[in-house]
């Protein structure tokens, strides 16, 4: 099981434990992208953080919208472990497959197709 030790306002890869899956997915994600992730049972938002204003990579991420409030809670606890993974949610998925069968997405299929 991944788990993820609260020591910071954001989540620091080298903090996750046992979890070389989303340490390499955080790695690979693009600064400002977001990510779904349950944290000891809690779903929130998080976001890569930008790169340092040097160019080096900053390889962490931050809580967004009402995540912040949650991972603030938890920061009471700093130093304790907590469970973490990937998830995802409706929204997500139907935002990734939006464009699978993009090639009839054309003014004339809207025409063609608009009374079904």
């Not at 990579?57 to 009471?76: E, H, Q, Y």
């Not at 907590?82 to 009839?104: F, G, K, M, N």
């Amino acid at each position: 099981m991944t788990s993820i030790r609260i020591e910071d306002n954001s989540v620091w890869v080298k903090h996750i434990e046992a979890g070389p899956e989303l340490q390499e997915r955080i790695k690979a994600m693009k600064p400002g992208e977001l990510l779904d992730l349950e944290v000891d049972g809690i779903v929130g938002q998080w976001e890569r953080m930008k790169d340092g204003k040097d160019g080096r990579p900053t390889f962490g991420i931050k809580p967004v919208a009402s995540m912040k409030d949650v991972w603030a809670r938890m920061l009471k606890n700093k130093g304790s472990v907590v469970p973490i993974r990937e998830v995802q949610l409706a929204d997500s998925y139907l935002s990734a497959v939006q464009t699978t069968l993009s090639e009839w997405d054309s003014p004339e299929d809207a025409r063609a197709y608009r009374d079904l």
